[in-house]
Every structure is written in C-alpha cells, then in structure tokens.
C-alpha cells in the first residue's frame, strides 16, 4: 500500500454530523473556511454535488485539479473533494521537494473527507498486475520499446512504475498530446487502467483496432498471441468506467431521431460506439466550456455523470441540455463526499485530530512525482 492515512483519535465523531441539515453544516464549513482563510484550499472535481461544489475554493477537471495543487503555495491544507486517486496526486504535487524547501519543510496537509470515495476504474489495476504484465511483456517483446501511460485514474503505486520506467500520466484532457509525447520515445504504449480513453485516443490518431490489442490481466499473455503483442502498437489494458459504460449507442441515436438538430458531447470513458456516433468529445472541463460557449438555444445530449450535467443545467437555462442515458449514470464514490464528511473533517482538523489525511510514501511519491512531471510539461 503507498498511501498511509494518518488518523488520531477524533474529536468529533462523524455520527454527530450525519444528522445536521445541510444548512447548519455549510454554516459551519463556512466559518472554518473563514478562521483559516487562505491556509485553507478546498478542492472540487465537478462531479460533486452542488452544496460541495459551493464550498469549494476552485473546482475543474482531473487536470486543472493536478495543477491547482501543484501551484498550491502557502495553504497549510488542501480538502479534496473527489476520489482517493486525486487525493494522492494532490499529496504528491503540493508536498515535492522544492515546495517543501520552499516552506522549510513543512507539510501541506492533504484530507480526503470519506476514505471510501474511490474509484472502481482505478481498482481495475492492481500495482502487482501491472508489474505481472511487464515482465510477460519482457519475455516476447523489448520493454525498452514500450513506454507505460497510466491514466490519472490509477494510484500513486502506477504513477509511481510510469515513472521509474520512462512513462507519464496522462488525464482525459491531454491523452492525445501524452501519446504523441510516447510515440516519440518509443514504438509502443502500455495504456492503463481505462482501454476506452486509450482506445478513443489512438483512433482518433489514425492508429487502427488490430494493432490495439487488449491486456486481460488474468490472462497468460493478457489473452493475446505473441504476434498479436509483436504487431501492437497500444497495448489496452481491461478496464474501464462503470459509469461512462452505460452510456449507449441507442440513446445517441434516440435523442438524434427527437431532435436532428441536436448535438451529442461525452466524455472519452465512453465506449467507442458512442464516441463514434457523437460530435463532441472531451473532459469534464471541455465539456463545460463547450456549453459556455455555445450559442443561448442550442440543444445538448451530454453523456457523463449526472452530477455534473444536471448542474450545467441549471447554470444554462438559456441552452436545451439533456441527459444521454434515459438511467442514472452517477458515480457513486464521489457521492461519498457529502456536507456531513466535509464538515465532520474540518472541525476534526481545526480541533488538532485531522482525520483521513492522505501520505503517499516517500519512494512512491519520488517516482510518481517523474510521471506527473513529464505529464505537466508536455501540455
Ligand atoms: P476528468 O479528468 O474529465 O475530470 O474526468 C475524471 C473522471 O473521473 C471521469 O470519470
Ligand atoms: Fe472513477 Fe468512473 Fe467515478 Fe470517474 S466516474 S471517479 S472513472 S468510477
């Protein structure tokens, strides 16, 4: 395990909080976010629910997240509200060496309000797994040949193998520029943890299906001939986003018979199918400045989760938005982070007992830190 959490005994049990109304709980994330002021940032992915997201200092994209806590200076704590995986990398970018000396040493705390905010992408690879796979790799083909890519969406142990072994992170913003970044290095990619995003991403650059065999980590061989892995040229690793999964190629095609003047947008953890069939494609933060921009009555089916494109809602009544899946497609690990676990960790912190402080270990973070790099400077 690469990521410790820190827990003293608490001051304040989360069982008192459950039952505040979120009035009174935002109140009180309030006043703490006024006694701390700007030793205090709080961090918002835009899947959270909207009475986080009005808590929070600065909300974006896995990116734009990466780069807030990269450039998070001063602050004493970052509350991150998102996924365990974020947390990490947050940890890893605001706690690196020249921040740290900048700061005489001092540590930025990084809390992830409710531990059990993970990601079941992420999970699909295991450290072991993928260290498994390279050395099957190692034995048919010249790993010095292939260049790891991991997706944001891993943990800090993943990042941590791009790193040591000449790979980078790529987020769903900057996947294509991330592989152009590869392609230059090496012939061949490992992409984990998510095969649509890399899938999506290598046909759009004009590589094709049968040179993007798929790596099924029970598998001998991933599932693959060893001509099939000598001719590849991305290798997909089996996972993928139960969430974007269900979005579906009959929903495109519904909404497209109601309205033919409508415009589809999702997110590149669709499947291929879907991207195919749509006309925009981009992360959470494209997708919002697509909106944005977008002329007052233009029509949208957005595929991504409903968190998000219900707030775009809200925020454009002047545009016609629509969800893409006729079902719920919400991701339930960020619904973790609720008013309740927000509030409940910062009082905890202000008390002097944080609670579900997120430490990457020092190596990992060392290693992981080269990946995160290399992403941050090729976009
Ligand atoms: P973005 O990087 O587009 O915000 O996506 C994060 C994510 O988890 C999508 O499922
Ligand atoms: Fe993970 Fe999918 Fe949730 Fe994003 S939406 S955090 S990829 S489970």
Not at 64 to 79: D, M, P, V, Y
Not at 89 to 110: F, H, I
Not at 261 to 282: F, N, R, W, Y
Request: glycine share 6%; charged share 20%.
């Amino acid at each position: 395990m690469s990521t410790t959490t820190l827990d003293s005994s608490v001051t304040h049990p989360i069982a008192d909080y459950k039952p505040l109304g979120n009035a009174e709980l935002a109140a009180r994330v309030q006043a703490v976010r006024d006694e701390l002021g700007t030793r205090l940032l709080i961090l918002g992915h835009h899947y959270q629910q909207d009475e986080v997201i009005a808590l929070a200092d600065l909300r974006g994209d896995s990116y734009e997240l990466s780069k807030q806590a990269a450039a998070s200076g001063n602050c004493e704590a970052i509350f991150f509200c998102g996924v365990h995986f974020m947390a990490e990398t947050a940890d890893v970018l605001a706690n690196q060496p020249n921040k740290l000396a900048e700061r005489c040493g001092r540590r930025v705390t990084v809390v992830l309000p409710d531990m059990a905010a993970g990601c079941s992408m992420a999970d699909m690879a295991m450290i072991e797994q993928v260290e498994g796979c390279w050395n099957e790799l190692g034995e048919v083909l010249d790993t010095a040949e292939i260049t790891p890519v991991t997706y944001i969406n891993s943990a800090a142990s993943l990042k941590a193998f791009c790193g040591r072994h000449g790979g980078i992170v790529c987020t769903s913003s900057n996947a294509a520029g991330v592989l152009n970044w590869a392609f230059e290095r090496t012939k061949r990619v490992l992409f984990f943890p998510d095969q649509h995003l890399g899938r999506n991403t290598a046909l759009a650059m004009g590589i094709p299906l049968s040179q993007m065999p798929i790596w099924d980590p029970y598998r001998e061989l991933g599932g693959n001939t060893e001509a099939a892995l000598s001719d590849s040229r991305v290798l997909l690793w089996k996972g993928h986003c139960s969430v974007h999964q269900m979005f579906r190629v009959e929903h495109v095609q519904a909404f497209r018979e109601k309205y033919p003047d409508i415009k589809i947008m999702v997110h590149p953890e669709c499947t291929m199918e879907v991207v195919a069939q749509s006309d925009l494609i981009g992360s959470t933060g494209r997708i919002i400045r697509e909106v944005r921009a977008a002329p007052a009555g233009t029509r949208w089916a957005i595929g991504t989760e409903l968190h998000l494109v219900n707030r775009l809602k809200h925020e454009h009544p002047e545009q016609q938005i629509h969800f893409l899946s006729p079902v719920v497609c919400m991701c339930a690990t960020m619904y973790r982070i609720d008013l309740a676990h927000l509030c409940w960790s910062l009082e905890n912190f202000m008390a002097g007992t944080p609670v579900n402080r997120i430490k990457v270990d020092d190596e990992t973070a060392r290693w992981a830190l080269v990946a995160l790099q290399r992403m941050l400077e090729v976009t």
